[in-house]
């Protein structure tokens, strides 16, 4: 009834189309002629076997081409790999002895035959000694004792597969000049167990630590033992040529020497300016910050170098609790929650005459937004105080917030609550 | 060739892989919790067999059973059923499964997917593959139009574990080595805490990462040599996120190289004009964001507001408004576009076999429901003369 008289021709190639279905079927069912069928049958069969077989070989020609009017202008021959891998802003490693700076406060001499290599977020300073890419040298900073040189000296001695020093080990390490104060050197031999966990016989370290009751400096050599032995002169020599800016030692002096009564932040660009008073806090604003405007939520509001920003946000009671904020911004950079055992281990920084945990992590940054940022850092700082509570966080670009680091810590330091 | 025939029609052929497909399906969608989308569809639906991590093929993938559901609907639901009147909806109806199933491979061989990422004023004739890879090679000039030689993700996704591929053109001067592509890594100095994957050039190494749930997410790496007619080496680290490509000089010319997200040439050239978004009260999350563009063709400027649901079908492709960025909290603009960008030659067909299913449909249970009726009719007209 649905092909009827009203369209006959519809009609007629339905009859068609079924007669030669018929034949087709016939044909095809009839094992004497099936001969007829089977070359489109075999080839079907053959593309399914076939069409996920093919490999191109090893030597191919290049057939594709295209005319683009987008490609990237700054390709130069010479060009080194940090430099195209946008590490290295500094330009080629430094010369010889040449008197250098981090971030225009971190002066030292770089020993014959060691590079400079781009710092990252937790490495002040970050060299390759006697250009061997098996050693590192590293200098680094945490806020408050950084855990203590027991937990440190310990943590190091773990990674060479040491057992844990004595109380009278720990007293007879010696002392080296560093910033201009005393700081315990470290001496390591055994197998050093790296971020991969791999474990590499015959290495050594080498490592200083100088402690103020504002933040705790590292210095750390790692390498194997020959090389270890070979650059052990420079790496002492590398310690004492460290200061920081023009005032180093003159700051260096200020936080060793605690008793004076004053109240003094880490060496900091805005160390001394005077201090600035906003809803109910005051705290010294370091270099390069900026106040951001009123943001809701928010009490602080700082806009950090390019990228970054950093605030503080006020909640009554606990906030939601330390450890629900830390591994809420452990989240947003897509890690792992951390485990309470983590979040104790986590280092300490002073805050409002008490000690906070510090996190940084590092990721991919998801806000509220909900797309991520790529190569982020965040350091954030919870601190509960009874009826309310305190979290601070700064969160840009890798590379900004590791410049900002000491600032952060300095601006922790400085912060005070307004009655 | 009888038995072969009476297998690919058969119902328990297709019972067979329909519920191969239930169970691709169920398992596939398990898989993306852990693996993300880009990774599921990879292994499950883009794939002749699934694998063993030893390599050992145990279960068929998407490709094969939709070839082989193809074929049992053409061998079964059209060579074998009897073309009649009475069978015309089915008909249609596997007409339509089969034309849907097409229109799967016709996208699975011959489309192009990506994004186009424009601040505002920023202007672009090509659009970039969310995951596939290409080497670009050209000569360093001030051109404005340079022609590059391109080595396709194909070529370059299977040279892992130390494996080498050399490409060589007639008007290259040197041969070109790559090895060791890996689909995740982070370039870094080589350093005593970490093993790099492959040689460490320059003091940069390749730190191996797992992938990433959102393949997007990914950055690749790769090993490149160049090797001129006197055997001269050099080498280097190609990285997906390097911000300078890589500048060799051979006989006397300098050319550049580097590896790149897969750009696609677009018909006409879009200039983004103005992006717009605006917040809910009181936040800071996107309750909508439009995109005001001007597509570009020779001297034809077309003003086009690209928006959520209203996407822009021209010239053989579709731009989607999809994100925008920096996400960065507090941050107040300049913000970047990002739209969607998809070439599919059967982009409306699964719209149009539906619209021949729901007539097949329409046909078999109409024509059911109308034997019913007439049934029904000649029973009442029975029982009437019946009683009468």
């Known amino acids: 009834m649905f092909f009827g008289s009203g369209d006959a021709r519809i009609a007629d190639l339905w009859v068609l189309n079924n007669r030669a279905m018929r034949a087709f079927r016939t044909k095809f069912t009839s094992a004497s002629v099936g001969s007829g069928i089977s070359p489109a049958v075999l080839a079907l069969l053959s593309l399914l076997v076939c069409a996920g077989c093919g490999h191109p070989g090893r030597d191919v020609e290049i057939t594709q081409r295209r005319i683009s009017s987008n490609i990237p202008r700054n390709a130069r021959v010479g060009m080194s790999t940090a430099e195209r891998f946008g590490q290295s802003p500094m330009g080629a490693p430094r010369q010889q002895m040449e008197s250098t700076a981090v971030d225009d406060s971190l002066h030292f001499e770089l020993p014959k035959g060691w590079k400079e290599l781009a710092p990252t977020s937790m490495r002040l300073l970050n060299l390759q000694p006697a250009g061997n890419a098996d050693a590192s040298c590293y200098v680094s900073v945490l806020g408050g004792d950084g855990g203590g040189l027991a937990a440190n000296l310990n943590r190091w001695r773990k990674q060479m597969g040491l057992e844990p020093a004595t109380e009278e080990e720990l007293a007879a390490l010696p002392k080296v000049n560093l910033f201009g104060g005393e700081a315990t050197l470290i001496e390591l031999r055994g197998s050093f167990a790296g971020m991969d966990g791999s474990a590499q016989s015959g290495w050594g370290l080498l490592g200083a630590v100088a402690s103020t009751p504002q933040a705790t400096l590292f210095v750390k050599m790692t390498a194997p033992v020959e090389i270890l032995e070979q650059e052990h002169d420079a790496f002492l020599d590398f310690l004492d040529s460290l200061q920081f800016g023009q005032h180093g030692e003159h700051q260096h002096q200020a936080q060793a020497a605690p008793d004076n009564g004053e109240e003094s932040a880490p060496a900091m660009d805005g160390a001394g300016a005077e201090k600035i008073t906003q809803n109910g806090y005051r705290f010294q604003l370091p270099a390069g910050w900026t106040d951001a405007g009123p943001k809701t939520m928010r009490t602080l509001n700082f806009r950090v170098g390019k990228e970054t920003e950093c605030y503080l946000v006020v909640l009554s009671g606990d906030g939601g609790g330390t450890a629900a904020n830390l591994n809420r911004w452990q989240a947003q950079m897509g890690l792992e929650p951390l485990s309470e055992e983590e979040i104790a281990a986590l280092p300490r920084v002073p805050m409002l005459h008490k000690q906070a945990p510090l996190l940084l992590a590092e990721g991919d940054y998801v806000g509220m937004g909900g797309t991520p940022s790529m190569d982020m850092a965040l350091l954030g700082v919870a601190l509960e105080l009874g009826d309310h509570a305190l979290f601070l966080k700064m969160v840009g670009p890798d590379k900004e917030v590791a410049s900002q680091r000491t600032a952060f810590i300095s601006f922790l330091a400085s912060l005070e609550e307004v009655q | ?388």
């Open chain 2, 1 to 388: 060739m009888q038995k072969l025939y009476r297998l690919f029609a058969s119902y328990g052929l297709a019972c067979v892989l329909l519920l191969c497909l239930f169970a691709l399906t169920l398992f596939g969608t398990l898989y993306q919790v852990d693996h993300g989308l880009y990774a599921a569809k990879q292994r499950f639906f883009n794939s002749w067999f699934l694998h063993t991590d030893s390599g050992l093929p145990f279960f068929p993938g998407g490709i094969l059973v939709m070839s082989l559901l193809t074929i049992n609907l053409i061998v079964g639901g059209l060579m074998r059923i009897q073309w009649r009147k009475r069978n015309a909806g089915v008909l249609i109806i596997h007409l339509g499964i089969i034309f849907m199933l097409i229109s799967g491979l016709v996208k699975f061989v011959n489309s192009e997917e990506g994004h186009l990422t424009l601040y505002e004023g920023q202007q672009s004739d090509q659009f970039i593959s969310y995951h596939l890879y290409e080497v670009s090679i050209w000569e360093i000039s001030q051109a404005s139009q340079v022609p590059q030689w391109i080595i396709p993700d194909e070529l370059l996704s299977d040279l892992a574990h130390g494996k080498k591929r050399s490409f060589h053109a007639k008007d290259l001067p040197f041969t070109l080595v790559l090895s060791d592509f890996l689909v995740n890594c982070k370039a870094l100095p080589k350093g005593p805490n970490w093993q790099a994957e492959g040689e460490v050039i320059d003091g940069y190494g390749f730190l191996k990462l797992p992938p990433e749930k959102e393949n997007e997410m990914n950055v690749a790496g790769l090993h490149a040599e160049v090797i001129d007619a006197n055997g001269h080496v050099q080498k280097a680290l190609l990285w997906a996120r390097q911000q300078a490509p890589w500048a060799v000089e051979v006989d006397g010319h300098r050319f550049a190289i580097e590896l790149a997200h897969t750009a696609y040439p677009m018909p006409y050239t879009i200039r983004l004009d103005k992006f717009t978004k605006d917040d809910h009260p009181g936040t800071m999350m996107a309750k909508a964001y439009k995109s005001q563009v001007t597509r570009i063709h020779g001297s034809d400027e077309k003003p086009i507001l690209i928006q959520m649901n209203e996407p822009l079908r021209e010239g053989g492709l579709v731009l989607f408004q999809a994100s925008y960025g920096p996400s960065t909290p507090g941050y107040q603009g300049p913000f970047f576009s990002v739209f969607s960008v998809v070439r599919n030659p059967s982009d409306k067909w699964p719209e149009y076999s539906l619209w021949v299913i729901t007539f097949g449909l329409v046909l078999a249970f109409g024509r059911t429901l109308l034997n019913f009726i007439r049934r029904q009719n000649q029973r009442r007209s029975k029982a009437a003369g019946e009683q009468a």
